[in-house]
């Protein structure tokens, strides 16, 4: 699965309700006949099931999961003797017991359910989704909702096989994991049923049923059927996502060794969604915008992002569908590996997106959330479904992708590729933890994984590596000290360390990479000028320089790649965070890497120069940090001639953007801003008066400064747009940057309107709550509106969003009126995200006080 905003994480658990309890293994399911009728208009759906199991020991009694399921007739067969079962259900456990009068022996056994279900509105298990005048049925079963769909074992381990076949209305279709075998008319009248291959061995929650009007393109790739479906009147924006499909399909084929294990593959768009993109077993399903662009009018980070998560999605038929975790604690086992490979296939694709920039980045947003006192270990123990659902984190995704990352550079490549197929070989159609991964990297590899990942992924947090170097004999002696990392520091924490592969380089040499396993050791660099600490950027660790050593490094920035140049923005930046060092040594080389012609570069420092204005820079300094702004970055935009082509290369047009946004938000220059207006109005009337990778910042830039006229043309341009997704969300996202108190009132009502649809409502809301002007009016909406927001989107999606975008406040009685507010009304999915949201409040407040000083003397002399 992949979650739209992977939200921030925590080990403070809350004290949760462990209502959840893991099934027994007495019966043991290998089968599973399934058959759904679902009735749109009612919002129901009828259902049969034969499930053909095992039973272990003798039993008078089945247990397993069912939620909001109404049983009719049970009936167990066993040794030739079928039983009606009596039902009792068990609806905070979600689970339902069938008890016959005689007991069951040891042997197979057979069980049929007939039963009633609904098809939800909460975007979860078998719901109901509108669009275009009509409604869906889409299933989305991850992590704890096959449940509601069919009564199942629905826990990872008990993998077993499907039949499925559904019957719908005559004029739709229907999608599912297994290709039709059979499409006959009937039963009933103005229906026809449609029948599926069986699935291979796989988990519950990869059970996948599409119903409604949806419409496919046609592909193939390595012999394997690809279709990308979506409903009728987007079809058109189909071609770029099968072109990514096929082209990755191909390249998974032969990284893996193994072949594409589910027969065909289609992927659908449908309308709503509740996750970024779902890997059911040969029918993977997308939100719309994650899927759907028109290639010739898509801004370069959107063509990156569709293609890298359909990638993440096809990558997860082996890591997690063909291999998948024991139980939900290794969960990294599917999302990490399958964020480390979305970017594979496409570095290759798309050398020109230079993707490992992203990489960079992406393990910077894993490190923020372990510079946290309330981050989590890569493998938590969980145990409710509340629990499980929040494991899905930055933790899971970004942490562990970083760390196989480093262990991959480390070991090499290939030998890491073999390593990683032998291991997919080993544990086809089962279930493997931790261990038995890192049990088979080590022996192939014959490296020491296993201790490094036992390290990473077993204990909370990641290491600072404080770095010293002297000149001995013409070489560098390296003085290298390790601890835990923390903005917000604990001195009673038990001392960590780590045992992980470091590569160090003077910006002169080649680097030289060794394993670091003790509080302190000493390492050499060839050469003596400037030691730099994290060669290629592929390290999971902080690195703190001497001050002297960082402004030297800044200098020299031009000899680092551009990857080292983000981790040396990020390491300073993470200093200033931590209060190790005073904000000038950072903003000094900020100055110094003004000009650089790295589009990933410039965001990198427009982020953390973004935080700087919002929350560090004092009323009566407001003036002299923006004047610096604009005289630092203008002269860049400025040779940079705005708009430019529409044809011009994706690096300029995101370098525009990235330095649009410095100069005319944080700079907040106001004859960038008039011009961004009027660009806005100019491409409201005409798409294609701006280039693609330039218009959402156009958009953005121009709000800041935006009236009611230019909002209700962008409010008046979502209802135009419902079949166009990419360039809808350039004016819904768009709407969060209105600074307009009495428009960032009417914005955050339309976000609860049934203008804005579920899924977005809580991004309309976290966008507010990002911005500095509109924090507090944001804040105290969502409290009014609390119980309504529950009501709305449940607590599952939106919700967390909305909870973990509250670490954007920025005072300590904001912090206190959050923790306030969520004692008296607690959201057990969302526990740790709420604890990393205040805890980044309170340290947003402990940073704005510590540098403060330093900022004013810092803006004092230059
Ligand atoms: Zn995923």
Redesign the pocket.
């Known amino acids: 699965?992949?979650?739209v905003l992977t939200a921030a994480v925590l080990a403070l658990v809350v004290a949760a309700p462990a209502t959840a309890q893991r099934l027994s293994d007495t019966v043991v399911p290998e089968h599973y006949t399934l058959w759904f009728a679902p009735d749109l208009e009612k919002e129901t759906f009828r259902g049969r099931e034969t499930i053909q199991a095992v039973v272990t020991q003798p039993t008078s009694s089945v247990t397993l999961h069912a939620a909001e399921i109404q049983f009719g007739e049970v009936k167990i067969t066993s040794g030739g003797r079928t039983q009606t079962a009596r039902v009792t259900m068990d609806p905070k456990a979600e689970t339902a017991t069938f008890t016959v009068p005689q007991r069951l022996a040891e042997g197979p056994v057979t069980i049929e359910v007939v039963y009633t279900g609904i098809l939800n509105d909460k975007l979860r298990g078998f719901y109901i989704s509108k669009a275009n005048g009509r409604k869906y049925a889409v299933t989305q079963m991850e992590a704890t909702d096959a449940r509601r769909a069919f009564p199942s074992f629905d826990e990872p381990a008990f993998k077993a096989t499907f039949d499925i076949s559904m019957t719908v209305a005559s004029a739709d279709t229907a999608i599912s994991n297994g290709r039709p075998l059979s499409d006959t008319p009937g039963p009933e009248p103005g229906t026809h049923t449609i029948t599926y291959s069986r699935t291979p061995k796989m988990s519950t929650y990869l059970v996948a049923m599409i119903v409604g009007d949806f419409v496919c393109r046609d592909g193939a790739s390595d012999g394997t059927t690809i279709r990308i479906c979506s409903t009728p009147d987007k079809q058109q924006l189909t071609t770029f996502a099968l072109e990514a499909a096929e082209h990755q399909l191909k390249w998974y084929n032969d990284y893996f060794g193994i072949k594409y294990p589910f027969g065909k593959l289609d992927i659908i768009a449908v309308p709503d969604f509740a996750?970024?993109?779902?890997?059911n077993a040969g029918a993977i399903t997308f939100r719309e915008r994650l899927l759907l662009i028109d290639p010739e009018r898509s801004s370069v980070g959107v063509r990156k992002q569709v293609a890298s998560i359909i990638s993440?999605?096809i990558?997860?038929q082996w890591f997690?569908n063909l291999v998948t975790m024991k139980w939900w604690d290794d969960i990294w086992l599917?999302?990490g590996f399958?964020?480390w490979m979305a970017n594979k296939p496409l570095a290759e694709w798309k050398p020109e997106w230079r993707v490992e920039l992203d990489d960079t980045e992406d393990t910077q947003g894993a490190l923020g959330i372990d510079a946290l006192r309330s981050t989590r270990a890569i493998r938590t123990k969980v145990v409710t479904n509340e629990e499980i659902n929040e494991v899905?984190d930055g933790i899971a995704?970004e942490k562990s992708a970083a760390v196989l990352r480093m262990i991959e550079s480390y070991v090499g490549p290939e030998s890491f590729r073999k390593a990683i197929s032998s291991y997919l070989t080993k544990f086809s159609y089962s279930n493997a933890a931790g261990e038995d991964f890192w049990t088979e990297i080590a022996r192939v590899t014959g490296r020491p994984v296993d201790r490094i990942m036992r390290s990473y992924v077993d204990q909370p947090g990641a290491p600072v590596l404080t770095v010293r170097n002297t000149c001995v004999a013409g070489a560098s002696e390296i003085s290298v000290a390790q601890s835990r990392f923390s903005t917000s520091p604990d001195p009673t924490a038990a001392r960590q360390t780590w045992t992980l592969p470091a590569c160090f380089k003077t910006t002169t040499g080649q680097p030289r990479c060794e394993v670091i396993d003790r509080a302190e050791q000493t390492s050499k660099a060839a050469g003596c000028d400037n030691v730099f600490a994290n060669a290629d950027a592929r390290g999971y660790y902080f690195t703190e320089y001497a001050p002297d050593a960082a402004r030297a490094l800044g200098k020299s920035a031009g000899g680092l790649k551009p990857v080292e140049r983000i981790s040396l923005i990020s390491d300073e930046w993470w200093m200033v965070r931590a209060g190790r060092h005073d904000i000038d040594v950072f903003l000094d080389i900020a100055a110094n890497m003004a000009g650089d012609d790295t589009p990933a570069v410039v965001e990198a420092l427009a982020n953390r120069l973004t935080f700087t204005a919002n929350n560090i820079v004092d009323a009566g300094q407001q003036e002299r940090f923006q004047r610096w702004i604009r005289d630092r970055f203008g002269p860049a935009l400025a040779t940079l001639a705005i708009p430019g082509n529409l044809r011009d290369s994706d690096d300029l047009q995101t370098r525009r953007a990235a330095l649009l946004m410095l100069v005319g938000v944080v700079g907040n220059d106001p004859e960038w801003q008039r011009r961004a207006r009027d660009l806005a109005f100019g491409y409201v009337k005409d798409p294609n008066s701006l280039p693609p990778s330039l218009a959402s910042t156009v958009l953005q830039v121009a709000a800041v400064s935006g009236d009611r006229t230019l909002y209700d043309q962008y409010v008046a341009q979502l209802a135009k747009l419902g079949s166009q997704p990419e360039e809808y969300y350039r004016f819904f996202n768009a709407l969060s940057w209105f600074r307009d108190p009495a428009i960032v009132k009417a914005a955050l009502e339309l976000a609860v309107s049934p203008t804005v649809r579920t899924q977005d409502t809580g991004t309309l809301i976290a966008g507010f709550i990002g911005r500095p002007w509109a924090r507090a009016t944001a804040w105290e909406f969502t409290k009014a509106q609390w119980k309504a927001l529950i009501d709305k989107l449940g607590v599952f999606q939106g919700i967390p969003t909305i909870v973990t975008s509250l670490g954007g406040l920025c005072t300590a009685s904001q912090a206190a009126d959050v923790r306030q507010f969520f004692a008296k009304n607690p959201v057990a999915s969302v526990e740790r995200g709420l604890q990393q949201a205040i805890e980044r409040a309170e340290q947003c407040t402990a940073v704005d006080l510590r540098q403060s000083p330093a900022l004013a003397a810092w803006l004092g002399r230059v």
């Not at 996750?275 to 890997?279: L, S, W």
């Open positions: 699965m992949l979650k996750a970024g993109a779902m890997e993440h999605e990558a997860h997690g599917n999302e399958a964020t899905f995704y």
